[in-house]
């Protein structure tokens, strides 16, 4: 079975333009989330979506937004780019349905580097 | 709110040799603990979990037992290889809300020398 897979891999972008990040997740899996990984330090939450509604976001300012569409794939738009959005983006699926007792399981991740 | 606290690193270990890396919590709740390990330019895996007081989660000869009087998760394992060189990551979920994320420890790098 395929995991999560997240496109692009690799995106280079300058100061003050948009990115739009993608996420599938795996088959039957009904919520997505996003986690930021500056370089050193662990996964950061942004945002949890199940069944195209937000569950939660993290501190994060406006210039992050999200959505899910009814195939449970998901993006993650930053606009407003700053160099310190330099990151590894990673998407996590899991099924929705244990809450917190569920396993994120995570995609490889979007390597962003900004000018 | 949650917080994760992992030993200071990097750690570096001659094969075969014992492992322990340290990881305490703080969360409302009763938290799921995990610990997620990440291979150089890769996403995070699931290395283990575990969802109550007491429980033990073991995967690939990785331990670690959830402790609630001490707030402790830490991972052990008997004898290294030199391909569990990674950077290993102690995460926490608790339901707080509608959401179930995972709040995650700065990580530690663990290099497994010959």
């Known amino acids: 079975d395929a995991g999560v897979t997240q496109s692009p891999t690799h995106l280079i972008k300058t100061r003050g333009q948009q990115v739009t990040l993608r996420c599938s997740p795996i088959?039957?899996?009904?919520?997505v989330s996003w986690y930021q990984q500056v370089l050193g330090q662990g996964p950061q939450f942004i945002f949890q979506y199940y069944e195209k509604e937000e569950r939660g976001r993290g501190n994060f300012p406006d210039r992050f937004s999200a959505r899910q569409f009814p195939n449970y794939s998901s993006e993650l738009n930053v606009n407003a780019l700053l160099l310190g959005d330099s990151a590894l983006y990673l998407c996590?699926?899991?099924?929705?349905?244990?809450?917190?007792?569920?396993?994120?399981?995570f995609g490889p991740g979007t390597r962003l580097l900004v000018l | 709110g949650n917080s994760v606290t992992q030993m200071e690193g990097p750690v570096t270990l001659s094969e075969e040799a014992f492992l322990t890396i340290n990881c305490t919590y703080t969360a409302t709740g009763y938290p799921s603990l995990f610990w997620y390990v990440q291979y150089p330019g890769e996403g995070l895996q699931l290395l283990l979990k575990?969802?109550?007081?007491?429980d033990k989660g073991s995967n690939k000869g990785f331990e670690a037992t959830y402790r609630k009087e001490t707030t402790s998760f830490h991972l052990e394992k008997g004898s290294v290889q030199v391909s569990d060189s990674a950077v290993y990551f102690c995460?926490?979920?608790?339901?707080?809300?509608?959401?179930?994320?995972?709040?995650f420890g700065k990580g530690i790098t663990l290099s497994v020398r010959p």
């Open positions: 575990a969802t109550k007081a007491d």
């Open positions: 088959s039957g899996h009904k919520s």
């Open positions: 995460a926490l979920s608790s339901y707080t809300g509608a959401n179930s994320k995972l709040t």
């Open positions: 996590a699926s899991s099924s929705g349905t244990e809450m917190y007792q569920e396993t994120q399981y």
